[in-house]
């Protein structure tokens, strides 16, 4: 299955989105490849510039630990105990 790349996005619009979206956004994020090393990926094949496809890289580390830190700080629902 080939993944699309992701578009770099400022990091300061994140503020302004939905909980929904940014949790959208961080699972996005997460499916993305460790490396271009570990990918399926032909030498010849380049990222371009302005998109996210690897987690090694400074955008997607940048804006996941960004995304990480905004949630943080959002209102969430506690699961109720599930114990039987």
Same mark, same amino acid.
């Given at each position: ?29 997460? &499916?993305? $490849?460790?490396?271009?090393? #570990?990918?399926? =990926? ?5 990222? +371009? ?13 940048? &804006?996941? $630990?960004?995304?990480?830190? #905004?949630?943080? =700080? ?5 699961? +109720?105990?599930?114990?039987?």
């Amino acid at each position: 299955m080939k993944r699309k790349k992701i578009a770099v996005c400022d990091l300061s619009r994140f503020n302004a989105f939905s909980t929904k979206r940014l949790l959208m956004r961080l699972n996005r994020l997460q &499916e993305c $490849e460790q490396s271009f090393g #570990l990918s399926d =990926k032909d030498l010849g094949e380049n990222t +371009p510039a302005g998109f996210i496809e690897f987690k090694e890289s400074p955008d997607w580390i940048a &804006e996941y $630990e960004y995304l990480k830190e #905004l949630l943080s =700080k959002r209102e969430h629902i506690d699961q +109720p105990n599930l114990k039987h």
